[in-house]
């Protein structure tokens, strides 16, 4: 990856952030399924996006979270050597917030090429930051190095985590979530899976967990959060499936140890 697909990344971001923006007091929502929620401005933004990335790169794969293209090929998802990078494109992070005109709201652009996320843009127009990392590169947001806290104690750690829409009171995740809630110093659930990698890979949360969410969801932050220093992998300890990422991210080794005991 380079400082082109960078550039590129970043311009749809901003131009999908712009559509976003526009609607947010007048918006048009509706429901994909109980309580999972779309609206007119995630459609106009992953529209933006497409056509910027495509514009550019018009051999490369797309896999977004609106508009029926939810699949990578199959030669990608196997890494494949002859197959084509792929955009992984999450136009509207954190859509329940942006509903209801709270912040937490993100673009995420990720690029999967050769069997790993490589390249990622997350844009947070609210507070106007822009976080991105290329494979190998480091991580950034505003042009500012980012790492994260170093945490190794669970009883001092701030986590955070995403539930699946509709999560019912006795499902596994609600379990972790108390077994967690007893034994770090807090915990929170802000609505964005990418700001929360984000979050994490700048020393603001000292982790986050996931067993519910998508790949566009986790894309970009992948690649920020591991370009930053984090520690990534499955919930259960195994390697991160970027394609069914249930995950546990943590500041420091340490932590990551005891997150998954409490996971298991």
Known sequence: MDQQHLDVAI??????????MARRDDRIVREKAPKDLVTDADLAAQQAIRSIL?????????????EGENE???????????????????????????????QNFAVSIGLYVAGKMRLGVIFDPVYDELFTAID???????????????????????YSCSFSAGVQGDAPEVQRFLRVLEHCRA????????????????????????????????????????????????YDGA????????FCLSASEE???????LLK
């Open 72 to 102: 990578p090929p199959q030669a990608v998802r196997r890494g494949e050597v002859d197959a084509p990078p792929c955009w992984v494109v999450d136009p509207l992070d954190g859509t329940v917030n942006y509903v209801h005109r709270l």
């Open 11 to 20: 311009a749809a971001a901003r131009a999908a952030a712009v559509e976003l």
């Open 54 to 66: 495509f514009d550019r790169f018009p051999e490369y794969a797309f896999v977004g979270e609106e």
């Open 255 to 261: 932590l990551q140890h005891s997150m998954l005991e």
């Open 187 to 234: 915990l929170r659930r802000l609505g964005s899976c990418a700001l929360n990698m984000c979050y994490v890979a700048d020393g603001r949360l000292d982790g986050y967990w996931a067993t519910s969410v998508q790949p566009w969801d986790a894309a970009a932050g992948i690649v920020i959060a591991r370009e930053a220093g984090a520690i990534l992998s499955q």
């Open 136 to 158: 190998g590169g480091g991580a950034m947001v505003n042009g500012r190095s980012m790492r994260p806290s170093g945490c190794r104690k669970i009883d001092e750690s701030l």
């Open 239 to 246: 390697p991160l499936d970027d394609w069914n990422p249930m």
